[in-house]
Protein backbone atom coordinates (compact mmCIF):
# COMPACT_ATOMS: atom_id res chain seq x y z
CA UNK A 1 0.00 0.00 0.00
CA UNK A 2 1.46 3.43 -1.04
CA UNK A 3 0.19 6.81 -0.61
CA UNK A 4 -2.01 7.00 -3.95
CA UNK A 5 -3.86 3.89 -3.15
CA UNK A 6 -4.38 5.23 0.82
CA UNK A 7 -6.32 8.57 -1.14
CA UNK A 8 -8.23 6.09 -3.27
CA UNK A 9 -9.28 3.74 -0.23
CA UNK A 10 -10.34 7.43 1.38
CA UNK A 11 -13.19 8.28 -1.19
CA UNK A 12 -15.24 5.51 0.43
CA UNK A 13 -14.61 6.63 4.04
CA UNK A 14 -16.32 9.49 6.07
CA UNK A 15 -14.77 13.35 4.85
CA UNK A 16 -13.66 14.81 7.62
CA UNK A 17 -12.82 18.62 9.32
CA UNK A 18 -9.79 19.56 10.03
CA UNK A 19 -8.41 22.90 12.50
CA UNK A 20 -5.39 24.51 11.06
CA UNK A 21 -3.46 26.41 14.00
CA UNK A 22 -2.12 29.82 12.73
CA UNK A 23 -2.58 28.93 8.74
CA UNK A 24 -0.78 31.79 7.55
CA UNK A 25 0.88 29.60 4.97
CA UNK A 26 -0.09 28.74 1.65
CA UNK A 27 0.99 25.39 1.24
CA UNK A 28 -1.08 24.18 3.99
CA UNK A 29 -4.07 26.28 2.64
CA UNK A 30 -3.32 24.66 -0.74
CA UNK A 31 -3.03 21.28 0.78
CA UNK A 32 -6.46 21.95 2.49
CA UNK A 33 -8.25 22.81 -0.52
CA UNK A 34 -6.67 20.16 -2.10
CA UNK A 35 -8.11 17.72 0.35
CA UNK A 36 -11.58 19.33 0.12
CA UNK A 37 -11.39 19.09 -3.37
CA UNK A 38 -10.35 15.32 -3.38
CA UNK A 39 -13.09 14.73 -1.01
CA UNK A 40 -11.27 13.81 2.02
CA UNK A 41 -12.41 16.92 4.31
CA UNK A 42 -15.71 18.21 4.30
CA UNK A 43 -14.75 21.18 6.22
CA UNK A 44 -11.50 23.54 7.03
CA UNK A 45 -11.25 25.66 10.02
CA UNK A 46 -8.28 27.97 10.07
CA UNK A 47 -7.34 30.38 13.15
CA UNK A 48 -5.19 33.04 12.83
CA UNK A 49 -5.75 36.68 11.34
CA UNK A 50 -8.57 36.25 9.03
CA UNK A 51 -7.71 39.75 6.87
CA UNK A 52 -4.05 38.47 6.26
CA UNK A 53 -4.99 34.66 5.65
CA UNK A 54 -7.62 36.00 3.13
CA UNK A 55 -5.09 38.11 1.64
CA UNK A 56 -2.45 34.66 1.21
CA UNK A 57 -5.87 33.09 -0.28
CA UNK A 58 -6.58 36.17 -2.77
CA UNK A 59 -2.90 35.94 -3.77
CA UNK A 60 -2.77 32.75 -5.09
CA UNK A 61 -6.21 32.32 -6.06
CA UNK A 62 -7.10 30.02 -3.85
CA UNK A 63 -10.54 29.60 -3.02
CA UNK A 64 -11.98 29.59 0.54
CA UNK A 65 -14.88 27.65 -0.26
CA UNK A 66 -15.95 25.36 2.50
CA UNK A 67 -12.86 27.23 5.11
CA UNK A 68 -13.89 28.90 8.10
CA UNK A 69 -11.44 31.44 9.36
CA UNK A 70 -11.64 31.59 13.46
CA UNK A 71 -9.59 35.08 14.61
CA UNK A 72 -6.48 34.57 16.62
CA UNK A 73 -3.83 37.71 16.82
CA UNK A 74 -0.78 35.42 17.81
CA UNK A 75 0.50 31.55 17.30
CA UNK A 76 0.07 31.33 21.03
CA UNK A 77 -3.31 32.25 20.38
CA UNK A 78 -4.12 30.56 17.18
CA UNK A 79 -2.85 26.96 18.62
CA UNK A 80 -4.78 27.36 21.77
CA UNK A 81 -8.08 28.24 19.83
CA UNK A 82 -7.54 25.03 17.68
CA UNK A 83 -6.89 22.76 20.59
CA UNK A 84 -9.78 24.06 21.88
CA UNK A 85 -12.34 23.31 18.79
CA UNK A 86 -11.02 20.24 18.95
CA UNK A 87 -11.71 19.80 22.83
CA UNK A 88 -15.15 20.36 22.34
CA UNK A 89 -15.84 18.22 19.35
CA UNK A 90 -16.12 21.31 16.59
CA UNK A 91 -13.30 18.79 14.37
CA UNK A 92 -11.81 16.09 13.59
CA UNK A 93 -7.93 16.79 13.14
CA UNK A 94 -5.42 19.12 13.89
CA UNK A 95 -3.04 20.64 12.03
CA UNK A 96 0.11 22.56 12.12
CA UNK A 97 0.50 25.72 10.59
CA UNK A 98 3.36 28.57 10.29
CA UNK A 99 4.13 28.26 13.95
CA UNK A 100 6.99 26.56 15.46
CA UNK A 101 6.19 23.07 16.60
CA UNK A 102 6.78 23.80 19.84
CA UNK A 103 4.45 26.33 20.75
CA UNK A 104 1.47 23.71 19.10
CA UNK A 105 2.71 20.95 20.89
CA UNK A 106 2.70 22.88 24.31
CA UNK A 107 -1.20 24.17 23.73
CA UNK A 108 -1.35 19.94 22.85
CA UNK A 109 -0.03 19.20 26.17
CA UNK A 110 -1.44 21.91 28.27
CA UNK A 111 -2.87 19.95 31.68
CA UNK A 112 -5.94 21.58 31.92
CA UNK A 113 -6.77 22.65 28.64
CA UNK A 114 -4.87 20.26 26.12
CA UNK A 115 -5.70 17.29 24.50
CA UNK A 116 -3.26 14.06 25.79
CA UNK A 117 -5.13 10.63 25.13
CA UNK A 118 -1.84 8.38 26.10
CA UNK A 119 1.08 9.15 28.74
CA UNK A 120 2.99 9.65 25.84
CA UNK A 121 2.71 11.61 22.67
CA UNK A 122 5.42 10.93 19.84
CA UNK A 123 5.94 11.91 16.26
CA UNK A 124 5.21 9.17 13.82
CA UNK A 125 6.63 9.98 10.04
CA UNK A 126 4.96 7.43 7.47
CA UNK A 127 7.50 6.75 4.35
CA UNK A 128 6.47 5.20 0.87
CA UNK A 129 9.60 3.37 0.09
CA UNK A 130 11.27 3.32 -3.82
CA UNK A 131 9.34 -0.18 -3.93
CA UNK A 132 5.61 1.44 -3.01
CA UNK A 133 5.75 0.36 0.92
CA UNK A 134 4.59 2.32 3.53
CA UNK A 135 7.00 2.36 6.48
CA UNK A 136 7.06 3.95 10.10
CA UNK A 137 9.79 6.02 11.78
CA UNK A 138 9.51 7.42 15.27
CA UNK A 139 10.47 9.96 16.69
CA UNK A 140 11.53 12.48 14.43
CA UNK A 141 10.01 15.62 16.07
CA UNK A 142 8.46 15.18 19.76
CA UNK A 143 10.76 13.21 22.61
CA UNK A 144 14.23 14.71 22.34
CA UNK A 145 16.65 12.23 24.44
CA UNK A 146 13.74 9.51 25.48
CA UNK A 147 14.59 7.28 28.15
CA UNK A 148 14.24 3.26 28.02
CA UNK A 149 10.48 3.60 29.56
CA UNK A 150 9.79 6.17 27.14
CA UNK A 151 11.22 4.50 24.01
CA UNK A 152 9.25 1.90 25.54
CA UNK A 153 5.97 4.34 24.58
CA UNK A 154 6.74 5.74 21.10
CA UNK A 155 7.58 2.48 19.88
CA UNK A 156 4.01 1.39 21.26
CA UNK A 157 2.42 4.32 19.72
CA UNK A 158 4.13 3.16 16.47
CA UNK A 159 2.94 -0.13 16.84
CA UNK A 160 -0.80 1.32 17.43
CA UNK A 161 -0.39 3.28 14.39
CA UNK A 162 0.68 0.74 12.35
CA UNK A 163 -2.59 -1.45 13.17
CA UNK A 164 -4.66 1.84 12.57
CA UNK A 165 -3.36 2.24 9.00
CA UNK A 166 -3.45 -1.82 8.05
CA UNK A 167 -0.22 -2.92 9.10
CA UNK A 168 -1.01 -5.68 11.40
CA UNK A 169 1.54 -7.50 13.16
CA UNK A 170 4.56 -4.79 12.30
CA UNK A 171 8.39 -5.66 11.77
CA UNK A 172 10.56 -3.38 14.25
CA UNK A 173 13.64 -2.41 13.51
CA UNK A 174 15.13 -0.71 16.38
CA UNK A 175 17.88 1.18 15.24
CA UNK A 176 21.37 2.00 16.49
CA UNK A 177 24.32 2.08 14.64
CA UNK A 178 25.36 -1.08 15.14
CA UNK A 179 24.07 -4.72 15.39
CA UNK A 180 25.64 -6.01 18.57
CA UNK A 181 24.89 -5.42 22.09
CA UNK A 182 28.05 -3.10 22.68
CA UNK A 183 27.91 -2.26 27.04
CA UNK A 184 29.18 1.26 26.63
CA UNK A 185 26.68 1.90 23.94
CA UNK A 186 23.15 2.57 25.56
CA UNK A 187 21.23 2.17 22.91
CA UNK A 188 22.48 -0.96 21.90
CA UNK A 189 21.50 -2.09 25.35
CA UNK A 190 17.80 -0.11 24.98
CA UNK A 191 17.29 -1.86 21.83
CA UNK A 192 18.01 -5.34 22.91
CA UNK A 193 16.02 -4.83 25.79
CA UNK A 194 12.70 -3.59 23.53
CA UNK A 195 13.21 -6.58 21.35
CA UNK A 196 12.96 -8.72 24.43
CA UNK A 197 9.57 -6.73 25.65
CA UNK A 198 8.46 -7.35 21.93
CA UNK A 199 9.31 -11.30 22.29
CA UNK A 200 7.57 -11.53 25.96
CA UNK A 201 3.69 -9.35 24.21
CA UNK A 202 4.51 -6.45 26.41
CA UNK A 203 3.37 -4.11 23.83
CA UNK A 204 0.04 -2.96 23.43
CA UNK A 205 -0.95 -5.32 20.17
CA UNK A 206 1.34 -8.06 18.35
CA UNK A 207 4.35 -6.73 16.80
CA UNK A 208 7.66 -8.59 15.63
CA UNK A 209 11.09 -6.40 16.88
CA UNK A 210 14.35 -6.88 16.32
CA UNK A 211 17.69 -5.06 17.53
CA UNK A 212 19.78 -3.17 17.77
CA UNK A 213 19.83 -3.09 14.06
CA UNK A 214 22.08 -0.59 12.22
CA UNK A 215 20.23 0.72 8.97
CA UNK A 216 21.55 -0.64 6.30
CA UNK A 217 21.33 -4.57 7.71
CA UNK A 218 17.64 -3.09 8.92
CA UNK A 219 16.20 -1.56 5.33
CA UNK A 220 18.61 -4.47 3.25
CA UNK A 221 18.20 -8.10 3.22
CA UNK A 222 21.16 -8.43 1.44
CA UNK A 223 23.64 -6.01 3.65
CA UNK A 224 21.94 -8.23 6.67
CA UNK A 225 22.88 -11.42 4.83
CA UNK A 226 26.03 -10.49 3.75
CA UNK A 227 26.81 -9.35 7.65
CA UNK A 228 25.68 -12.72 8.80
CA UNK A 229 22.95 -11.05 10.64
CA UNK A 230 20.04 -13.59 10.81
CA UNK A 231 16.72 -11.75 11.63
CA UNK A 232 13.00 -11.99 10.35
CA UNK A 233 12.92 -7.81 10.44
CA UNK A 234 15.96 -7.23 8.12
CA UNK A 235 15.22 -5.83 5.43
CA UNK A 236 11.36 -6.48 5.98
CA UNK A 237 10.97 -3.57 8.24
CA UNK A 238 7.32 -1.76 8.90
CA UNK A 239 9.05 0.59 11.52
CA UNK A 240 12.05 1.92 11.81
CA UNK A 241 12.74 3.10 15.47
CA UNK A 242 15.94 5.94 16.04
CA UNK A 243 16.18 6.21 19.56
CA UNK A 244 17.12 9.84 19.66
CA UNK A 245 15.52 12.95 17.85
CA UNK A 246 18.14 14.12 16.12
CA UNK A 247 19.13 11.18 14.53
CA UNK A 248 15.83 10.25 13.40
CA UNK A 249 15.10 13.57 12.28
CA UNK A 250 18.20 13.80 9.91
CA UNK A 251 17.35 10.64 8.56
CA UNK A 252 13.69 11.13 7.89
CA UNK A 253 15.01 14.50 6.03
CA UNK A 254 17.48 12.77 3.99
CA UNK A 255 14.89 10.08 2.66
CA UNK A 256 12.97 12.97 1.98
CA UNK A 257 14.87 15.64 0.34
CA UNK A 258 18.31 13.50 -0.86
CA UNK A 259 16.41 10.65 -1.57
CA UNK A 260 13.11 12.17 -2.86
CA UNK A 261 10.72 9.85 -1.52
CA UNK A 262 7.21 10.86 0.26
CA UNK A 263 6.71 11.33 3.38
CA UNK A 264 3.85 12.26 5.99
CA UNK A 265 4.19 13.24 9.79
CA UNK A 266 1.77 13.30 12.52
CA UNK A 267 1.66 13.49 16.06
CA UNK A 268 0.17 9.95 17.93
CA UNK A 269 -1.06 9.97 21.03
CA UNK A 270 -3.38 13.39 21.68
CA UNK A 271 -7.22 12.44 20.96
CA UNK A 272 -7.39 13.05 17.47
CA UNK A 273 -3.95 12.69 14.78
CA UNK A 274 -2.16 16.21 14.82
CA UNK A 275 -1.02 16.86 11.15
CA UNK A 276 2.90 17.66 11.57
CA UNK A 277 4.06 18.99 8.23
CA UNK A 278 7.11 21.96 7.84
CA UNK A 279 7.18 24.99 5.50
CA UNK A 280 9.71 22.92 3.40
CA UNK A 281 7.94 19.94 2.87
CA UNK A 282 5.93 19.76 -0.62
CA UNK A 283 2.51 20.36 -1.66
CA UNK A 284 2.17 16.60 -2.36
CA UNK A 285 3.42 15.04 2.11
CA UNK A 286 1.02 17.64 3.38
CA UNK A 287 -1.72 16.31 1.37
CA UNK A 288 -0.14 12.63 2.08
CA UNK A 289 -0.17 13.72 5.94
CA UNK A 290 -3.74 15.08 6.26
CA UNK A 291 -4.68 11.35 3.88
CA UNK A 292 -3.08 9.27 6.82
CA UNK A 293 -4.88 11.55 9.46
CA UNK A 294 -8.27 11.04 7.98
CA UNK A 295 -7.47 7.32 7.47
CA UNK A 296 -5.81 6.59 10.95
CA UNK A 297 -8.94 8.19 12.67
CA UNK A 298 -10.56 5.29 10.48
CA UNK A 299 -8.54 3.03 12.03
CA UNK A 300 -8.91 4.38 15.85
CA UNK A 301 -5.50 5.42 15.48
CA UNK A 302 -6.02 8.72 17.24
CA UNK A 303 -4.01 7.57 20.99
CA UNK A 304 -7.78 7.22 22.33
N1 LIG B 1 4.02 13.31 25.85
C1 LIG B 1 3.24 13.62 26.90
N2 LIG B 1 3.54 14.60 27.76
C2 LIG B 1 4.68 15.29 27.56
C3 LIG B 1 5.56 15.03 26.48
C4 LIG B 1 5.17 13.97 25.61
N3 LIG B 1 5.92 13.63 24.55
N4 LIG B 1 6.60 15.88 26.52
C5 LIG B 1 6.40 16.67 27.62
N5 LIG B 1 5.25 16.30 28.21
C6 LIG B 1 4.65 16.87 29.42
C7 LIG B 1 5.59 16.83 30.61
O1 LIG B 1 5.42 15.63 31.31
C8 LIG B 1 5.11 18.00 31.43
O2 LIG B 1 3.98 17.67 32.18
C9 LIG B 1 4.66 18.99 30.37
O3 LIG B 1 4.38 18.26 29.17
C10 LIG B 1 5.71 20.01 30.08
O4 LIG B 1 6.92 19.30 29.80
P1 LIG B 1 8.29 20.03 29.49
O5 LIG B 1 8.69 20.85 30.67
O6 LIG B 1 9.28 19.07 28.92
O7 LIG B 1 7.70 20.97 28.40
P2 LIG B 1 8.23 21.89 27.34
O8 LIG B 1 7.07 22.77 27.00
O9 LIG B 1 9.51 22.55 27.70
O10 LIG B 1 8.55 20.87 26.08
C11 LIG B 1 7.63 20.01 25.51
C12 LIG B 1 7.92 19.94 24.00
C13 LIG B 1 7.15 18.83 23.35
C14 LIG B 1 7.49 21.27 23.40
C15 LIG B 1 9.45 19.70 23.83
O11 LIG B 1 9.76 18.40 24.18
C16 LIG B 1 9.96 20.03 22.46
O12 LIG B 1 10.20 21.18 22.16
N6 LIG B 1 10.18 18.98 21.64
C17 LIG B 1 10.78 19.13 20.35
C18 LIG B 1 9.81 19.82 19.43
C19 LIG B 1 10.51 20.38 18.23
O13 LIG B 1 11.06 21.45 18.24
N7 LIG B 1 10.47 19.62 17.15
C20 LIG B 1 11.00 20.10 15.95
C21 LIG B 1 11.77 19.06 15.27
S1 LIG B 1 11.23 19.13 13.62
Not at 213 to 234: C, M, P, R, T, W
Request: include cysteine.
Amino acid sequence: MGFSKLKNDLMNSPKRSVTVAWGLDEGVLFACRQALDEGFLHEVIVTGPTERIEAIAAEQKLSLEGFSLEAASTPEEGASLAVSLIRQGKSDLLMKGNLSTSVILRAVLHKEQGIRAQALLSHIATIELPNGRLVLLTDAAMNVKPDLAQKAQILDNAIQFAWSIGIPNPKVAVLASVETVNPQMQDTIDAACLAVMGRRGQFSKPAMVDGPLAFDNAYSKEAAIHKGIQSDVAGEADIFMVQELTAANLLYKSLSFVGGLSVAGLIFGATCPIVLTSRADSPDSKLNAIALSCKALGGAGNGR
